[in-house]
C-alpha cells in the first residue's frame, strides 16, 4: 500500500505544479489519508483523484461511502430495484419513450434465443438473423459479459472475429440481452471509434424538481469496445453549461490523469458534446416518471440523430462525479432533507 501511495503522490506531484496546486502538510494530509481510508471507506486512489491532498479541499465537504450509505434503502425501495439492476426489466421502461430507447433484438441464453416479436428457438437459429449487436448479461455491471455480436449471411462475428455456434454459446451470459449496435455521433467517435462513449449524468428528485447535479464522459482504451471506468478506461468532467469537457481525465488505473487521448491524441480541454443538453433533458424527464427514485445515474449515448438512453444505475457512492463539481455534502444533504419531507407530505 505505501509503493502505491508514493506512486500516486509523484504522479499528482506533476499536476500540482503544473496547476499551480498547493499541497496539505505532510503529518495533515496522512491523517486526513488515513480518516478517508478507513474512517470514510473511500479509495486511495480516489482520495487524490478529487484532490484532497490539496491545501483547500475539506474532507466534510465530500460525500463517502459512510455518509451515503445509511440513505441507500430510503434512495432505492428494494421492490423497485430489479428496474434498475435487471437489463430485461429496464427495457420494459425505456420502451415507453422510443426516442431515447435503443432497439433491442430478444433476449437469450446459452441454449435458447428469444427475438423480438418472435417465438422462441434453440440458439443456433440466431444464425437466420441479420445483425450487428451488443450482447449484456441482464443482470451485469461494470462493462463485464459485454460483446459485439455480428450475424451476416449466416455467418458469426464475435468482437469482428468470425466464429462459431458453441463459441457463442460459451461466451453467452446465462441471460442476456441482445441490442442493435448504436451508431454514435462522429465527434464521439473521433474521439475513440472502439468504445460507444456515453455521459454519465446524475439526477436528484426533491420530491418537486428533478436536478442534473453533475456530468462527465466516459471514453475507452486500447482496443477496449466499452467505456465503463472499472475496465480501466478514461472519464473527463463536462461542464454543464457549455456541455463542454473540461482539461483533464482521469483513469482508476496507473496513469491517473490526462489532458489527450492515449491513441486518438485529442485534446478534451473545450472539447464539444453534441446533444448535450437534449441528453439532459431527456434525463430530467425520464427521472420525474420514477419518482420513488431519489438519485439516479444515467448512461447516455449520442447518435446523429439526438440521445440515447443505454441504461439507469443504483448509486452506490458519488466520487466521479464529485471531481467534475467539487464536494457535494451540502447540496446533497438539502435535496435529501426536500425529498424526504415532500415524500412525509404526499403520504399525508
Known sequence: MITKIRRIIRQTEIIRKSNSR?????????????????????????FFILGLDQKNKHLNDYLNFRSFKPYYNEFYPPSYLCLLED???W??????????????IGYATKNRFYPSGSAPQPI???????????????????????????????????????SSIEEL????????????????HNDLKRLHPESLNTSRMIT???????????TFLRIGVGNS??????????YIPIDMETGKLSKMGYSHKEPLFFFTHPQTGVVFDGYQIPFFKEGMEAVKKLHSQLPYFFVLGWDVAFTPNGPIIIETNNIHRVVHE???????????????????????????
Open 22 to 46: 498547493e499541497s496539505k502538510a505532510p503529518l495533515s494530509l496522512m491523517l486526513d489519508l488515513v480518516r478517508w481510508t478507513f474512517t470514510n471507506r473511500g479509495y486511495i486512489t480516489n
Open 322 to 348: 464529485q471531481i467534475a463539481v467539487g464536494g457535494l455534502k451540502q447540496k446533497f444533504d438539502q435535496y435529501i432533507k426536500e425529498f424526504l419531507n415532500n415524500r412525509k407530505m404526499a403520504e399525508v
Open 204 to 214: 436528484v428528485n426533491t420530491g418537486s424538481e428533478i436536478h442534473v447535479i453533475a
Open 91 to 104: 427495457e420494459k421502461f425505456i420502451n415507453n419513450y422510443p426516442q431515447y430507447a435503443p432497439r433491442n
Open 225 to 234: 469496445i466499452v467505456d465503463n471506468l472499472a475496465q480501466g478506461n478514461i
Open 169 to 184: 454459446k460459451n461466451k453467452m451470459p446465462e441471460r442476456a440481452v441482445i441490442q442493435e449496435l448504436l451508431e454514435q
Open 87 to 89: 437489463k430485461m426489466v
Open 124 to 162: 443456433e437459429g440466431i444464425s437466420s438473423y441479420p445483425m450487428q449487436s451488443i450482447v449484456k448479461n441482464t443482470m451485469g455491471f461494470g462493462g463485464k459479459d459485454i460483446f459485439k455480436l455480428k450475424v451476416e449471411k449466416g455467418e458469426i462475428f464475435i468482437n469482428d472475429k468470425k
